[in-house]
């Protein structure tokens, strides 16, 4: 169990829109990593937890071991339904 008495600053919450295309498709996540850099800029945060199915989350971060430094700011998460 973690436990700390630090206190955490309170954080907005995004959510993106639906995507009509396969997510399934490297160019849908990448335009989904893109887009999340904008929504990180509107709540001024200096970093984003983003959290994905298995599938997702094997492109994401293949996306992002090619493009370090463009998205360098995120970090990715395989969501806890897997």
């Not at 600053?9 to 396969?22: A, E, K, Q, S, W």
């Not at 929504?39 to 994401?60: H, K, P, T």
């Amino acid at each position: 169990m973690l436990v700390s008495s630090a206190v955490a600053l309170m954080m907005r919450v995004g959510f993106l829109p639906v995507i009509p295309r396969p997510i399934t498709v490297r160019a849908t996540v990448r335009h989904c990593l893109t887009y999340f850099q904008s929504v990180q800029r509107q709540l001024n945060q200096e970093s984003l937890a983003i959290m994905c199915d298995e599938g997702v989350f094997a492109l994401a971060e293949d996306i992002n071991l090619h493009e370090t430094n463009k998205f360098s700011d995120h970090f990715l998460c395989r969501g806890p339904f897997h």
